[in-house]
């Protein structure tokens, strides 16, 4: 089976089918995908920092950033080097330049895609709690217009593996943080206890996504869960301990 989508792809041995996020035919200019614990591999940080690589013959540029569970958003709007670091921290990548792979690396967080049809640039989101508490995805949706151009009507969203509802549970203090802004007929939270409940941070950042104005049609989701599926996802929560990260990215081509 595949678990990735568009055109750049990872196979590995059968498993049980899972969906697939894609973009579809939104643009043949545009290839992203999904990884899981057997690879792709690209976007791994070398020490502490991100460096800009090269994976040819593919991925001429490969950019990864040091992650700090926040809401900051790296802007790429000139030509890179291999060999180029990145010292800050940030959440979020976005660009407008050719052959250049912006990646994610998440272990239970949220990977989020976002690809501009209209305008030509794309965006890599970690967001975790803390970042989706601060609106990351809207944000970086937000930024990719005011620095490239575009409408967010013209957005494509694709939302990858993470901890789903069935395994998320999350205390009283994180709970008010994230349903702050959130309607209350919106089904992003179940009650587990009197402090305690499961949240769908999936479906939270769908809910953030389409209040920006991106249309329904062009939210895609991966209904896969990485505290369930052992055999294709690590899992902060489910191993105590970061054993791996999975990588995530897109680019355009």
Not at 117 to 133: C, D, F, K, M, P
Not at 175 to 183: G, K, N, R
């Amino acid at each position: 089976m595949v678990l990735v989508a568009e055109d750049v792809t990872y196979r590995m041995k059968p498993l049980v089918p899972l969906t697939s996020a894609s973009f579809g035919k939104m643009n043949r200019h545009v290839s992203h995908f999904f990884g899981t614990r057997h690879g792709p591999y690209h976007g791994g940080l070398i020490g502490n920092r991100g460096t800009v690589k090269a994976a040819e013959p593919d991925y001429p540029l490969v950019v990864s950033v040091r992650q700090e569970h926040g809401s900051e958003i790296l802007v790429l709007d000139r030509p890179l080097k291999v060999g180029e670091q990145f010292l800050d921290g940030w959440d979020a990548v976005i660009t407008n330049q050719l052959k250049t792979l912006v990646t994610v690396r998440t272990a239970d967080c949220v990977p989020v895609l976002i690809a501009d049809s209209s305008r030509g640039s794309v965006g890599a989101v970690h967001a975790g709690w803390r970042g989706i508490a601060h609106g990351i995805v809207p944000k970086a949706a937000r930024k990719m217009v005011e620095r490239f151009g575009g409408d967010p009507t013209a957005f494509h969203v694709a939302i990858g593996p993470s901890a789903g509802p069935c395994c998320y549970e999350v205390d009283a203090p994180v709970i008010e943080q994230l349903m702050l802004d959130v309607p209350r007929s919106a089904t992003v939270f179940k009650r587990t206890g009197p402090e305690t409940g499961h949240v769908d941070l999936k479906e939270l950042i769908a809910w953030q996504a389409k209040s920006l104005g991106i249309r329904q049609d062009h939210i895609h989701v991966v209904d896969a869960c990485t505290m369930c599926r052992s055999d294709l996802f690590f899992s902060y929560r489910r191993e105590g301990r970061v054993h791996g990260t999975m990588v995530s990215g897109i680019m355009l081509t």
